[in-house]
């Protein structure tokens, strides 16, 4: 049984909010001074083109929220983050922060959406100007930061730094202090990617500021946020201009692309067979023992949402004092 949704009411919650993987229960301040805090649930919904698509996957949900959990501890020395405690696979508490309106998207390869706006004849990508000559998955000069609009609906928009300071989205102290966190964890994220012979590729950053201090908040260096490419087929696969092996989710976006859907009106979404399923569920489960150098332990599934709510309890009422 996979975990499709959740529909808990629990003491105390001020609020709830469903995103296209993951739903968020709100809970207000009653301890002074902590501030109010959210539980997080990760689903088992996939989405691709930004269209949740019809069928869950079974684990991806636990993939994802373990594999956040995981980097987030790992960078808590960087920058603070918004987690608290993991009370089940599923499920993460944190703080709930004021979100900033920007993603810190970081690239140190040309890759994805930056290729394909190169490839058409871009050169000023965010704000930043990129060499002539690159070829696809070439490593840049230096790791770059192309910022999007934060969209609650329908698709982010690149943004560059004057545009995100001239609108007032963010102010310009505090987006240089966002740049300086999100180079600073992708280098941490490419250290700890190069240990488990990978290459971080792109991914993205959401910052959020409680009480005066900014908070790394969401997913990080999750397969859902992220690309990596093999270390070791990298060199010969670049020579000779062949596909870069990639450790993401993009190989759902693939199979989509195949079967002639990429979110755009007017196109139905491809049937996914059990079989199919069942391969997007190893290939998560893959994904998160070679990112981790972690055994992944599957969650009993026999009661998803009875053992998730049972343990959001447990730690509502003797954890985190709501």
């Excluded at 770059?144 to 007032?168: M, V």
Aim: with cysteine; proline share 6%; net charge negative.
């Amino acid at each position: 049984m996979s975990i499709s949704q959740t529909n808990f009411s629990f003491p105390g919650q001020t609020g709830y909010y469903r995103g296209k993987v993951r739903e968020v229960y709100f809970f207000g301040d009653r301890s002074a001074g902590a501030g109010p805090k959210l539980v997080m649930i990760a689903s088992d919904r996939i989405s691709a083109f930004d269209v949740v698509l019809p069928r869950p996957i079974p684990h991806k949900g636990q993939v994802l929220n373990q594999t956040a959990a995981y980097f987030l501890r790992a960078t808590a020395d960087i920058v603070p983050n918004w987690l608290i405690a993991v009370p089940d696979p599923n499920v993460s508490v944190g703080w709930q922060c004021e979100t900033y309106p920007v993603e810190m998207v970081v690239r140190g390869y040309l890759a994805g959406h930056a290729w394909r706006t190169y490839r058409d004849g871009g050169r000023l990508l965010c704000g930043v100007t990129l060499p002539d000559g690159l070829r696809e998955n070439d490593r840049l000069p230096t790791p770059i930061i192309t910022p999007t609009t934060k969209a609650h609906e329908g698709h982010d928009e690149d943004i560059s730094r004057e545009e995100i300071i001239g609108q007032g989205l963010v102010s310009e102290t505090e987006y240089t202090q966002l740049e300086q966190y999100a180079l600073a964890l992708f280098e941490r994220g490419s250290q700890m990617a190069a240990e488990r012979g990978l290459l971080l590729v792109d991914t993205k950053y959401e910052f959020g500021h409680r009480n005066g201090t900014i908070y790394l908040i969401d997913e990080v260096h999750t397969p859902d946020s992220s690309r990596y490419f093999y270390a070791d087929e990298y060199p010969q696969n670049q020579q000779q201009g062949l596909p870069q092996k990639q450790l993401s989710k993009e190989f759902v976006r693939e199979w989509l692309i195949s079967h002639n859907f990429q979110g755009k009106e007017g196109q139905t979404i491809p049937d996914m067979s059990d079989e199919w399923i069942n391969q997007i569920s190893a290939r998560y489960v893959e994904l998160y023992e070679t990112v981790t150098g972690l055994t992944f332990e599957p969650a009993d599934l026999t009661d998803p949402l009875g053992r998730i709510k049972a343990n959001i309890e447990n730690v509502l009422s003797n954890t985190i004092d709501l």
